[in-house]
Each structure stands twice: as structure tokens, then as C-alpha cells.
T-cell receptor, first 113, second 113 residues
């Protein structure tokens, strides 16, 4: 039981490049989330999903897109990376509701030059 | 919008002593949920404790307990018998049954041997 995994662990991009971050969970959770963590800012929600095929915007969705084609996977895409997207990205999941315990992945550090 | 405020960016405690981390939140809802998450240097986010607002009894988990003051909108975390492994960032978070988690900016706790 791996819990929540994230791929890759670290990535360097040039401005304007695109990439996709992959989150996978093996706990049969319905809800999945993408956060970004910046120094002094805590965690801010980018997008989330309440089930396969559904997504919703969070607090800071601009510049990101997401897809939940399979229940166990939640993809975060950056179509045209900007230096302001340099951050640590965390994926999380919860069983059936937002008020349940969230289980987090180990994070992906992204540097946009 | 709901906000979560952690007024202490940094705290320190002597090993074996007790420390209290503060958290206040702003909401007009009567039914909501409060959390404390821990982020050690490994970056892995871990749930420390969870409180349901409709429960008057303060939640406890071993050496961790909360002081939930609903009228004051305060949710402080008390760590008893502090250990070196308690050194971490601690995040307070809030959600309702319909809205995702909102995190505070965190408190960095140092434990002095």
C-alpha cells in the first residue's frame, strides 16, 4: 500500500515549457487535491476532484489545468510555465468528503527559470 | 471567504516541556471542521488532530490536544512532553462539509534539547 505517490520528485523547466505532474493513490479515495506551497504562504488549493471525471477550481487555479480520467490518478498540467509557478506541489486524497482526513504525497519541487 | 490565522510564525520549546500553538479562524458557518497538520523536514504532511465543531469535547491524540473555543473562533494546539521529533511546521486548517480545506500560513516549532 503505497498511499499517495507523486511523479516527478523534482523538475526544472524553462519559461514557456509545459509539463504534467502525476498523482496516484491506491486507497480507493474519491476526493483528490492539488496544492502549492510557497514560503510563508502555507498550502493553497489549486484544483480538486470529487470523483472520476469531475474537477473544480480552488483558490489559485490560473495557469493550471487538471484531469481525473481514472479514479486513482489526478494530473496537474502547466501549459506554459512561468517563474511564478516555481513552488512545491502537493497532491492529497480523502475517502469521500472534504472534511475527512487528507493523505498527502511527498511533494514535487518545480523550478521555472 | 474563510480565513485561518496563525499569529506565531516561529515558536520554540525545551524538550519535555509543553507548548501551545495558536490558531484563529473566521467563519459564519455553524458546522465545520478544524485540523492540525504537521510537516517535518521531510516535507511529508501528516494529520495531527481533527475536531468537529459540533462536538464540545476537545480532541486529544496522545501528547497532542486542542483547546477549541467556538465562540472565540480559536483552535489552539497543545503539545505536552515535547520531543525532538516534534520539530516541524504546524498548519491549522478549516473546512465545511461543502468547501475544501483552507490552511493557515504555519508555525515553525523548534525543540531544544
Amino acid at each position: 500500500n503505497a498511499g499517495v505517490t507523486q511523479t516527478p520528485k523534482f523538475r526544472v523547466l524553462k519559461t514557456g515549457q509545459s509539463m504534467t505532474l502525476l498523482c496516484a493513490q491506491d486507497m480507493n479515495h474519491e476526493y483528490m487535491y492539488w496544492y502549492r506551497q510557497d514560503p510563508g504562504m502555507g498550502l493553497r488549493l489549486i484544483h480538486y476532484s470529487v470523483g472520476e471525471g469531475t474537477t473544480a477550481k480552488g483558490e489559485v487555479p490560473d495557469g493550471y489545468n487538471v484531469s481525473r480520467l481514472k479514479k486513482q490518478n489526478f494530473l496537474l498540467g502547466l501549459e506554459s510555465a512561468a517563474p511564478s509557478q516555481t513552488s512545491v506541489y502537493f497532491c492529497a486524497s480523502s475517502y469521500r468528503a472534504v472534511q475527512e482526513t487528507q493523505y498527502f504525497g511527498p511533494g514535487t519541487r518545480l523550478l521555472v527559470l | 471567504a474563510q480565513t485561518v490565522t496563525q499569529s506565531q510564525p516561529e515558536m520554540s520549546v525545551q524538550e519535555a516541556e509543553t507548548v501551545t500553538l495558536s490558531c484563529t479562524y473566521d467563519t459564519s458557518e455553524s458546522d465545520y471542521y478544524l485540523f492540525w497538520y504537521k510537516q517535518p523536514p521531510s516535507r511529508q504532511m501528516i494529520l495531527v488532530i481533527r475536531q468537529e465543531a459540533y462536538k464540545q469535547q476537545n480532541a486529544t491524540e496522545n501528547r497532542f490536544s486542542v483547546n477549541f473555543q467556538k465562540a472565540a473562533k480559536s483552535f489552539s494546539l497543545k503539545i505536552s512532553d515535547s520531543q525532538l521529533g516534534d520539530a516541524a511546521m504546524y498548519f491549522c486548517a478549516y473546512c465545511t462539509g461543502n468547501t475544501p480545506l483552507v490552511f493557515g500560513k504555519g508555525t515553525r516549532l523548534s525543540v531544544i534539547a
